[in-house]
Antibody, heavy 122, light 110 residues
Framework: QVQLVESGGGVVQPGGSLRLSCATSGLNFKKYGMHWVRQAPGKGLQWVALIGIDEKRKNYVDSVKGRFSISRDNSRNTLYLQMNWLRSEDTALYYC????????????????WGQGTMVSVS | QSGLTQPASVSGSPGQSITISCTGTSSDVGAYIYVSWYQQHPGKVPKLIVYDVSNRPSGVSNRFSGSKSGNTASLTISGLRAEDEADYYCYSYTTSDTLVFGGGTRVTVL
């Protein structure tokens, strides 16, 4: 069974830093791109960043460019999000998620999300 | 990177059909087939219910169906049930190799 478990959230002052981790299991991690998605309290979902199967492909939502950095360690099956210069508007529940997984041509696709880790900037 | 536009709320009676629209641009919804829909119940993790405009993952009811015309995607829920009451989000890949969500639609079953 595929599992994603986020950690590293907490309370931090504006201008501070945090590093989120997403440990995966039951997944051939190195084969799939990964995403970070966040949800501010009472608000909608916002895509934050993606990383390809290696570190050559990385993209970010404009509001975090230059402050956040996504990375992965395929030997540890773990995804990371380094967050610097945090602002109050970064307060949210941060989810890691796989890209859409397409097992075999003609079969149904799926994705997997973690339960999220809360980041509060105050 | 503007978000996709969804109605804030849609409601319907049990058994009815409702449709949620998701309007983007030629750089996202209109550019590819890579439009997905997620269902999120309060306090729960989002669940994929439609991908590639109109495909359903295994285990998702065929009461959920998706379509797209130009820059607007739509999710239809037929035979509305009490358990369908949730927030629904559209999600699209973009020509900038990024992704974008809609603002979300609260579905209320009357």
């Amino acid at each position: 069974q595929v599992q994603l478990v986020e950690s590293g959230g907490g309370v931090v002052q504006p201008g501070g830093s945090l590093r989120l981790s997403c440990a995966t299991s039951g997944l051939n991690f190195k084969k799939y791109g990964m995403h970070w998605v966040r949800q501010a309290p009472g608000k909608g979902l916002q895509w934050v960043a993606l990383i390809g199967i290696d570190e050559k492909r990385k993209n970010y939502v404009d509001s975090v460019k230059g402050r956040f950095s996504i990375s992965r360690d395929n030997s540890r099956n773990t995804l990371y999000l380094q967050m610097n210069w945090l602002r109050s508007e970064d307060t949210a529940l941060y989810y890691c998620a796989t890209e859409l997984i397409r097992p075999v041509e003609g079969t149904k696709a799926f994705d997997v999300w973690g339960q999220g880790t809360m980041v509060s900037v105050s | 990177q503007s978000g996709l536009t969804q109605p804030a709320s849609v409601s319907g009676s049990p058994g009815q059909s409702i449709t949620i629209s998701c309007t983007g641009t030629s750089s996202d919804v209109g550019a590819y087939i890579y439009v997905s829909w997620y269902q999120q119940h309060p306090g729960k993790v989002p669940k994929l219910i439609v991908y590639d405009v109109s495909n359903r993952p295994s285990g998702v009811s065929n009461r959920f169906s998706g379509s797209k015309s130009g820059n607007t995607a739509s999710l239809t829920i037929s035979g509305l049930r009490a358990e369908d009451e949730a927030d629904y989000y559209c999600y699209s890949y973009t020509t900038s190799d990024t992704l974008v969500f809609g603002g979300g639609t609260r579905v209320t079953v009357l």
